[in-house]
């Protein structure tokens, strides 16, 4: 099992091999952490979400799926592009909050990353509350299997969040 981290800080700054985004379906980028990795990426990440929006993606990526690029000045190797249910839209089934974590971790094994870096998806302008976000989260890095992970390590932004995965990681 890999070990858990709970930290506070900007995900744009982590070294690590990979790096989760809290994508939109369209892949073209948007606000919050989105924008942040976008502006700290560069022009080459929106070139290679382009393109997979021409190829594997014409409508866009679905809710609770994820798909990896890579992160074009980032210090992490790739980013592993995610889209967690908006609550605004009715999307409030947990399975959907579970699955984008569990698929962000199931491509991080399939490229090869042996640390990965994830934000608290979901908990922003999609409108889900950060204590519910955390133990999703939290349960299903505890679930996970994977031959190649050694860290998981959720990066928070902002006291409130940080202190409700802090929370959830004690329980
Ligand atoms: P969503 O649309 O999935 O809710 P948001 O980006 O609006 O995504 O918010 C998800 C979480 O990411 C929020 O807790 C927000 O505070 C956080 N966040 C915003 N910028 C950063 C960043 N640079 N590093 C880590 N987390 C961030």
Redesign the pocket.
Request: net charge negative; glycine share 26%.
């Given at each position: 099992m890999a070990d858990i981290e709970i930290v506070e800080?900007?995900?744009?700054r982590q070294e690590v091999d990979a790096i989760v985004n809290?994508a939109?379906s369209t892949l073209l980028g948007?606000?919050?952490?989105?924008g942040?990795?976008h502006a700290a990426a560069g022009p080459a990440l929106l070139a290679e979400c382009r393109q997979l929006r021409a190829t594997r993606y014409p409508d866009g990526l679905p809710v609770g799926e994820a798909v990896a690029t890579g992160a074009g000045e980032l210090p992490a190797r790739w980013v592993i592009h995610t889209v967690?249910p908006?609550r605004h839209a009715g999307q409030v089934d947990p399975e959907l909050l579970a699955s984008a974590f569990r698929t962000s971790l199931g491509e991080a094994e399939r490229i090869g990353a042996t640390s990965v870096a994830l934000?608290?998806?979901?908990?922003?302008?999609?409108?889900?509350d950060?204590d519910t976000v955390a133990r999703i989260a939290i349960d299903t890095a505890r679930a996970h299997r994977g031959p190649q992970l050694r860290t998981v390590r959720f990066?928070?932004?902002?006291p409130a969040?940080f202190a409700a995965f802090d929370e959830a990681a004690r329980a």
């Open positions: 800080g900007d995900i744009t809290a939109n948007g606000g919050g952490v989105d942040a990795i967690g908006n934000p608290a998806v979901s908990a922003g302008v999609y409108g889900w950060r990066v928070l932004f902002g969040v």
